[in-house]
């Protein structure tokens, strides 16, 4: 069974930064997609970035500019680095992992952006 735990969030300012990590238990992380989505109160559940196995990466348009994401296949960690952040980005924030059939869960970090 995979296991993904967030770590990173917390409270910032407009215009701060913040990074988040996800660490993935087992021998699979290289071989599999990761994603971080994030869901804000009263909103759906929505794809923030992610990159495939071989390093492309895809983001939201609200996000384009802002935030990166990577990965270090030897840690078994994807990190979501955010910057000028808004206080629209205020959502708790998830990992995701991606392989084969299988779909795994973070719990989740809470992201709150406000002065």
């Known amino acids: 069974q995979v296991q993904l735990v967030e770590s990173g969030g917390g409270l910032v300012q407009p215009g701060g930064s913040l990074r988040l990590s996800c660490a993935a238990s087992?021998?699979?992380?290289?071989?599999?997609?990761m994603g971080w989505y994030r869901q804000a109160p009263g909103k759906q559940r929505e794809l923030v970035a992610a990159i495939t196995r071989s390093g492309s990466t895809n983001y939201a348009d609200s996000v384009k500019g802002r935030f990166t994401i990577s990965r270090d296949n030897a840690k078994n960690t994807v990190y979501l680095q955010m910057n000028s952040l808004k206080p629209e980005d205020t959502a708790v924030y998830y990992c995701n992992m991606q392989i084969g059939q299988g779909n795994y869960w973070g719990q989740g970090t809470q992201v709150t952006v406000s002065s």
């Open positions: 087992g021998s699979i992380f290289s071989r599999a997609s």
